[in-house]
Every structure is written in structure tokens, then in C-alpha cells.
T-cell receptor, first 115, second 110 residues
């Protein structure tokens, strides 16, 4: 089975721009969660997608949006980038529903720098 | 969501057991306790989880107190590769959302 992959690995943007990050979930997993991890902090939950529908959202503004595709891969979009958006963005896949009591499998992350 | 409290940092001698505590005094009856670790700049790695009973796998043991207000992750024979930030997480009863705290930075000393 293939693990969780994310692209790109690193990204540099300027304030006000828009960015799209991508995640391919582990084979057989139908749930993708996105996290933001600022330097020296624990990951902060952004939102989760289960079978192409948003299934929970953390304390992030609407300019953070997402999408999940029929193959369960996912995108995270951030509009109007701010300097504080600089962080490691992590994607995690898992099995949702009653089967979802196990672990989430994390990808290596995308390092976003906003200048 | 139940909050967790962990010490900021700990040291452990190589080959000795590392005992990482976590307080989750507001945990509800159907919330699970999960442990993850994160080696510098990598994605978090699952270690173990449990509800009420103690659990053991090839990586670690999880001891949950009878009142479920605290737990301890035990790495039985710490190696240098166990140096990482360890997160104790209480899982919400609905959905799969995980709320991480700041974790415990464990340093294994040769």
C-alpha cells in the first residue's frame, strides 16, 4: 500500500496571493484531515473531509477552504495569504465512520513561507 | 473537546524506560486517548491508543488510570531514535478530529 503524499514539498508566496496544496490519501482511506503547524507549536486542526463532504472544521477563517475528490485525494486552498500563514501544512488520511477509531496517517507536509 | 496537559520536556537515558505522563481530567466516557510522536519536521507518527484498558504494542505501552483522568506512555527501552516530540491527544466522540497540544519534547541521552 502507498502512504500519504503531499505536494509541493516547499512553497514560497507573497502576501495577498492564493495557494493550493495537494494530498493523496493512503490506499483505502476515505477521510482526509488538514492541519497547520506553526514553528514550535503542535499541529492545529483546520478541517476534515469524509467521502467528499466537509466533516468538521477548526477555528480557521473562510479563506481556508478545501476539496476532496472521488478518489479521496484532497486540496487545501488558502486565499489572501497573510504572513502568519507561514507554517508546515500536514495532511492525514484515515478510515472514517465506525471504522475510524484507528490512527491517522500523516504525510510529510508542505512547508509554506509567506513573504 | 477535552484538553491535555503534558510536561514541556523530559530526558531519558538510552536503554532505560521512558515514562511520559499526560493529564486529561475533563475527558468524557467515550473519548479515546491517543499518542503520536513527531520527529523534527516530519509528519506525526501514530504510537498507540486506548479507551479504558491498558494497551501494548510493538512500540509502547499505554497505562490509563482507573478514573481515566491521566495516562502514561511507556517506551520500554528508549533509543536515540526515540528523540521526538510526543503528543497526548483526546479524540472527540464525533468525527476523527484530533486536537494536539504542545507535547513533550523527549531527548534520549547516550
Amino acid at each position: 500500500e502507498t502512504g500519504v503524499t503531499q505536494s509541493p514539498t516547499h512553497l514560497i508566496k507573497t502576501r495577498g496571493q492564493q495557494v493550493t496544496l495537494r494530498c493523496s490519501s493512503q490506499s483505502g482511506h476515505n477521510t482526509v484531515s488538514w492541519y497547520q503547524q506553526a514553528l514550535g507549536q503542535g499541529p492545529q486542526f483546520i478541517f476534515q473531509y469524509y467521502r467528499e463532504e466537509e466533516n468538521g472544521r477548526g477555528n480557521f477563517p473562510p479563506r481556508f477552504s478545501g476539496l476532496q475528490f472521488p478518489n479521496y485525494s484532497s486540496e487545501l486552498n488558502v486565499n489572501a495569504l497573510e504572513l502568519d500563514d507561514s507554517a508546515l501544512y500536514l495532511c492525514a488520511s484515515s478510515l472514517g465512520g465506525l471504522a475510524g477509531l484507528g490512527e491517522q496517517f500523516f504525510g510529510p507536509g508542505t512547508r509554506l513561507t509567506v513573504l | 473537546d477535552a484538553k491535555t496537559t503534558q510536561p514541556t520536556s523530559m530526558d531519558c537515558a538510552e536503554g532505560r524506560a521512558a515514562n511520559l505522563p499526560c493529564n486529561h481530567s475533563t475527558i468524557s466516557g467515550n473519548e479515546y486517548v491517543y499518542w503520536y510522536r513527531q520527529i523534527h519536521s516530519q509528519g506525526p507518527q501514530y504510537i498507540i491508543h486506548g479507551l479504558k484498558n491498558n494497551e501494548t504494542n510493538e512500540m509502547a505501552s499505554l497505562i490509563i488510570t482507573e478514573d481515566r483522568k491521566s495516562s502514561t506512555l511507556i517506551l520500554p527501552h528508549a533509543t536515540l531514535r526515540d528523540t521526538a516530540v510526543y503528543y497526548c491527544i483526546v479524540r472527540l466522540p464525533t468525527g476523527n478530529q484530533f486536537y494536539f497540544g504542545t507535547g513533550t519534547s523527549l531527548t534520549v541521552i547516550p
